[in-house]
């Protein structure tokens, strides 16, 4: 187990190549279609304890190779779900890079255009964000709470977008990552979840 893995750690922010400390396989001797491993290590920078996993994915006949380490622990690498569609989804994973590499008015910006893929999703007619998300709300898309809180990552974007003498800052950057991640939550996953949950009780 003398071998590194380069990953990012989330307490000192840098990209290390991380010692191996421990290490389990699971499903790789079996007849598992979805062979893991998972790697307790080392940060050489701060000695913070990270975890990450990784699959293994057939490269020819007889021969395997295990992916890039993904971190679970702590602070997971940002995953969108798969429920959310690839026009909302790329820009939701923008934005978090944009927070992790600190442009926090790009990260306002992405912010943004998450939203108008909402809009182009559901067909708004207004091609103006504000009256996008007026329309979303009057199809029941989203509620009242969730309006108030694309009103203002809307606000972020334009002050991220143009140029001004307002800076967009760190804290105000994450809560606006967290308000979109919500409102994408609530509009493709969650309300799927129930939609799912009422046919089954329908049909008990």
């Known amino acids: 187990m003398g ?3 380069i990953t990012e750690c989330p307490y000192c922010e840098s990209k290390v190549d991380a010692k191996i400390i421990g290490r389990h396989e699971s499903g790789v001797n079996e007849d598992d279609p979805y062979p893991t491993r998972t790697s307790l290590l080392g940060c050489p920078v701060c000695q913070s304890p990270l975890v990450t996993v990784q699959e293994q ?15 679970v622990w702590a602070q997971p690498d940002y995953h969108p ?6 026009i909302v989804r790329n820009s939701l994973e923008e934005a ?21 893929g909402i809009c182009k999703k559901f067909g708004t007619k207004n091609k103006m964000l504000a009256g ?26 334009n002050i991220g977008a143009h140029a001004s003498e307002t ?20 509009v493709f996953v969650l309300t799927d979840k129930y939609n799912q949950f009422m046919k ?4 008990k």
């Open 81 to 86: 779900d798969w429920e959310i569609p690839e």
């Open 167 to 186: 800076d967009i800052s760190k804290d105000d950057a994450s809560d606006l990552v967290d308000f979109v991640d919500a409102i994408c939550e609530y």
């Open 96 to 116: 978090h890079k944009c927070l992790k590499a600190k442009a926090y008015s790009a990260c306002a910006v992405m912010c943004g255009r998450s939203l108008e």
């Open 57 to 71: 994915y057939q490269t020819g006949p007889d021969e395997y190779e295990w992916s890039n380490p993904t971190r």
């Open 3 to 5: 071998t590194n893995m």
């Open 132 to 157: 996008g998300l007026k329309e979303l709300r009057q199809m029941k898309v989203i509620d009242d709470r969730l309006f108030q809180w694309g009103e203002a990552l809307r606000e972020h974007r």
């Open 200 to 203: 089954r009780k329908k049909k």
